[in-house]
């Protein structure tokens, strides 16, 4: 039972440089977001996708886009990778809202 | 708008006493509210919530919460902590109002160390 899944676990890019975090969950979850994780900064939302075909922003969304590519996968994008985006990533998925969300293992991010 | 707050950065507790971790919401209407824990270099591990019913509800571990909806806070405790409690543990919650479908609002975290 693998859960949520994300690729890469570490990634060091130069500022400039683009990247795709991937997140896969075999849940069959509606909803999927995408998390950052700084210290003192407890777990902030970036984009989520409440269904397939939908996203939406959440709290820091600049600088970053999401493709829902299907109902399993949902992608995070830095087109041009900033210092201020190093960073532990995570995805999650949940299902009916009611429910709890299972979380990734997360994505440690260093950009320099 | 949703919102928690975790007002304490660091609890510390000595093995075998009790454990409170704070936390207060704000939605809109009635929330779901969960718990998470962190252990280092990992992901975040469900620990319990409330969703409607009795005030107090029992997770896993040993742990337990108990929602007052006059304070507005949902307050993580345990009877009797022990050393392998010692994490990061994070409020969240979630306002079944919020036409944003399903928005899942973390509070900062709280850093929990349990000492021998």
């Known amino acids: 039972n693998a859960g949520v899944t994300q690729t890469p676990k570490f990634q060091v890019l130069k500022t400039g440089q683009s990247m795709t975090l991937q997140c896969a969950q075999d849940?069959?979850?509606?909803?999927m977001y995408w998390y950052r994780q700084d210290p003192g900064m407890g777990l902030r939302l970036i984009y989520y996708s409440a269904s397939e075909g939908t996203t939406d922003k959440g709290e820091v969304p600049n600088g970053y886009n999401v493709s829902r590519l299907n109902k399993r996968e949902f992608s995070l994008r830095l087109e041009s990778a900033a210092p201020s985006q190093t960073s532990v990533y995570f995805c999650a998925s949940s299902g009916q809202e009611d429910t709890e969300a299972f979380f990734g293992q997360g994505t440690r991010l260093t950009v320099v | 708008a949703q919102s928690v707050a975790q007002p304490e950065d660091q609890v510390n507790v000595a093995e075998g006493n009790p454990l409170t971790v704070k936390c207060t919401y704000s939605?809109?209407?009635?929330?779901?509210l969960f718990w998470y824990v962190q252990y280092p270099n990992r992901g975040l591990q469900f620990l319990l919530k409330?969703?409607?019913?009795?005030?107090l509800v029992k997770g896993s571990y040993g742990f337990e919460a108990e929602f007052n909806k006059s304070q507005t806070s949902f307050h993580l405790k345990k009877p009797s902590a022990l050393v392998s409690d010692s994490a990061l543990y994070f409020c969240?919650?979630?306002?079944?109002?919020?036409?944003?479908?399903?928005?899942?609002?973390f509070g900062g975290g709280t850093r929990l160390m349990v000492k021998p």
């Open positions: 969240a919650v979630r306002d079944p109002n919020n036409n944003a479908g399903n928005m899942l609002t």
């Open positions: 849940m069959n979850h509606n909803s």
């Open positions: 409330y969703i409607t019913g009795d005030n």
């Open positions: 939605v809109s209407g009635n929330p779901y």
